[in-house]
């Protein structure tokens, strides 16, 4: 499984878009990147992924460099809701599910 | 719907006794898995349970935790006498039997203290 590295703390001022980075310079070409976070105190969730195109959702927008080695997750009008430990996770997802958690990073919107 | 319910919510046990933490998966997933969640630490993989098989067990530590899902009922994550480092948040998660098999639904854990 491919390494990340993902800064460890963030501020985000409420109502502005909150740009997360994500590093996995040593992604192999059959790994997707999705992303999940998790609020204080509760169970994780899962947000988005994507290959090699650029995603979105109604929750956020993926953006991956065209050589795959880093990606960034984009709220694009971040809550106070939104405050949480946001983590970017490389996986095959054919047949290895399981998920392989680093240290994230811990977002703060603030009002 | 109804998510993932994990029960119960907290759980308070004295060292040496037993701890069952259940999982009941969302409506129709196959797939469950078992997280735990050291305090002021990442969450870390313990075990990938289908209907009635371990699927992958490779972070289940070696002794004293067990797990199961079988073909009625709820995942048991089950941990014989517990120790105080024992005590963590642990999550459940499930998925479909196909489509992507990286989104997984997680419950809202369940909190073992060991006094």
């Known amino acids: 499984d491919a390494k990340t590295t993902q800064p460890p703390s963030m501020d985000c001022a409420e109502g502005r878009a909150a740009n997360l980075p994500c590093n996995h310079s040593t992604i192999s070409g059959n790994e997707y990147v999705y992303w999940y976070r998790q609020i204080h105190s509760q169970g994780p969730q899962y947000i988005i992924h994507g290959l090699k195109n650029n995603e979105t959702n109604e929750m956020a927008s993926l953006i991956i460099t065209e050589d795959r080695k880093s990606s960034t997750l984009i709220l694009p009008h971040a809550t106070l809701r939104d405050t949480a430990v946001y983590y970017c996770?490389?996986?095959?997802?054919?047949?290895?599910?399981?998920?392989?958690w680093g240290l994230g990073t811990s977002l703060a919107v603030n009002p | 719907n109804a998510g993932v319910m994990q029960n119960p919510r907290h759980l308070v046990r004295r060292r040496g006794q037993e701890a069952r933490l259940r999982c009941s998966p969302m409506?129709?997933?196959?797939?469950v898995y078992w997280y735990r969640q050291l305090p002021e630490e990442g969450l870390k993989f313990m075990v990938y349970l289908q209907k009635e098989n371990i699927i992958d067990e490779s972070g289940m530590p070696k002794e004293r935790f067990s797990a199961e899902f079988p073909k009625e009922g709820p995942s048991i994550l089950r941990i014989q006498q517990v120790v105080r480092g024992d005590s963590a948040a642990y999550f459940c998660a499930s998925s479909p039997p196909r489509g992507e098999g990286a989104i997984q639904y997680f419950g809202a854990g369940t909190r073992l203290s060991v006094l």
């Open positions: 996770i490389p996986i095959n997802a054919g047949n290895n599910r399981k998920l392989i």
């Open positions: 409506k129709g997933h196959s797939h």
